[in-house]
């Protein structure tokens, strides 16, 4: 089970860290990620982790902005967010799975198998 936290309301140019907390553990996942969801929008890849490797993958309008890490201690991931903009404004939501989709899915929502609950941000202008 994942539990995502830290959202809220932030002015532009802000930052914002996101949690994601696996209650069973991250053992036995391969990659955990976060998603968005914009109103009237579909869900949309944001970052994805290999645990193993921590090798990462971002969409452009993030890179730069947004870091993910892990805590493997604590089995939590990490968002980071500088710099935030409005069209940032979304539900996040985070994502795990223990196959090994090829890293051309890895954007897919049907390569997650466990998805949080979703944390709201907010970015003012």
């Known amino acids: 089970q994942l539990q995502a936290s830290g959202g809220g309301l932030v002015q532009a140019g802000g930052s914002l860290r996101l949690s994601c907390a696996a209650s069973?553990?991250?053992?036995?996942?391969?990659?955990m990620g976060w998603f968005r969801q914009a109103p009237g929008k579909e869900r949309e890849f944001v970052v994805v982790i290999t645990l193993s490797g921590g090798g990462t993958n971002y969409i452009d309008s993030v890179k730069g902005r947004f870091t993910i890490s892990r805590d493997s201690a604590k089995n939590t991931v990490y968002l980071q967010m500088n710099s935030l903009k409005p069209e940032d404004t979304a539900v996040y939501y985070c994502a795990a799975t223990s196959r090994r989709v090829v890293l051309s899915s890895v954007h897919r929502t049907w390569a997650y198998d466990y998805w949080g609950q979703g944390t709201l941000v907010t970015v003012s202008s």
């Open positions: 069973g553990g991250t053992s036995s996942m391969y990659r």
